[in-house]
């Protein structure tokens, strides 16, 4: 089921979509349909069903959401969970509505069980009680899987769903308040840097243990997922439980990735842990047997990951000052 025709890339500015851009105009076989945010809001039913009827995609990749660190999720939990779940209304719906019968949705690992059982597997989905922090994107997440599925049992078209971890790479979000561990760890190690800083205090103990994806596998994963043919993917998944976990399916210590940034950053200094600071959850691995099974494995080491991550940061440094200072 080669991807061929217009590909709707949407959320083609963010970390994900960038990478998929990227790795879609390099095979060079289908043309690529973006729009930024001025030029189409999600969030606006009207303004996607016009979208939409003039277009005529044959095949939608979402990988439009809004995302952030734990205190911007427990800050502003109204604004995740309203805002997800109208993207993906309005996306999947009026893809439907226009005839594409190809669909991938991106969604995030933070829709199992706070308490789910190591490696999480993708039969783990509503089995207990999420993260508080972060249920309500959580919870809009879950609901593109099954809206996802509902379109596929009652409309017989083909939309999949692929669950990645935790992800980096460039474009990523290095906002200091808002963005997640890596970003926020790599900014912190380059600041002390150049600031000749003589430690860089981590929180927690450094015991926790967290899965990476280097983005560019998440975009390659995506792709291979999306070509799978349907009886292949229907024999790995089920009408109800369609969605596929994309990871590593191997785990750092915080201590160990904050020790690799310091080597791939520069910083000579100590690092030192604040165990007066919470750990949060122990550990957090996803099960890709499903996804390997079906032939696909990530090949970026994280610490060539990091490198070409720090890479893009120093290229992009000013810029990414000029946001944070907003």
Same mark, same amino acid.
């Given at each position: 089921?080669? +991807?061929s025709g217009k590909v709707y890339v949407a959320g083609h500015r963010g970390m994900v979509g960038s990478a998929l851009v990227r790795q879609l105009q390099a095979r060079g076989d289908c043309e690529v349909i973006a729009r930024a945010h001025r030029e189409l809001d999600l969030t606006d039913q009207v303004a996607v069903a016009g979208f939409m009827q003039k277009e005529k995609p044959d095949v939608? +990749?979402? &990988?439009a959401a809004k995302v952030g660190g734990i205190w911007a999720n427990n800050t502003y939990? &109204?604004?995740f969970i309203y805002e997800n779940l109208v993207i993906e209304a309005n996306v999947i719906h009026q893809a439907?509505?226009?005839g594409v019968k190809r669909l991938l949705f991106l969604g995030s690992s933070c829709i199992y069980p706070k308490f789910a059982e190591q490696p999480m597997r993708e039969e783990a989905l509503l089995t207990g009680v999420l993260e508080a922090t972060n249920e309500p994107y959580a919870v809009a997440k879950i609901a593109g899987i099954k809206l996802c599925e509902s379109y596929n049992r009652q409309y017989g078209v083909d939309y999949r769903s692929v669950m990645p971890t935790n992800l980096y790479g460039p474009h990523d979000n290095f906002h200091p308040e808002n963005s997640h561990v890596i970003p926020a760890m790599m #900014? #912190?190690?380059?600041? &002390?840097?150049l600031n000749n800083a003589p430690e860089v205090v981590v929180w927690g103990s450094g015991r926790p243990m967290r899965e990476f994806l280097h983005v560019d596998d998440m975009a390659a994963a995506s792709l291979f997922v999306l070509e799978l043919d349907a009886a292949a993917y229907r024999a790995n998944t089920a009408p109800m439980l369609s969605h596929i976990n994309v990871g590593t399916g191997k785990d750092v210590t915080i201590r160990e990735l904050a020790e690799t940034m310091a080597k791939v950053v520069g910083f000579q200094g100590q690092i030192r842990f604040d165990t007066?600071?919470?750990d949060g959850t122990p550990r957090k691995l996803m099960d890709v047997s499903r996804l390997a099974g079906m032939g696909w494995r990530a090949s970026i080491e994280l610490e060539p990951g990091l490198q070409d991550t720090y890479a893009w940061f120093l290229a992009h440094e000013g810029e990414l000052r000029g946001k944070a200072s907003h």
């Open positions: 089921m080669k +991807i939608v +990749i979402l &990988a939990p &109204a604004d439907y509505r226009n #900014r #912190r190690f380059h600041e &002390a840097k007066t600071k919470p």
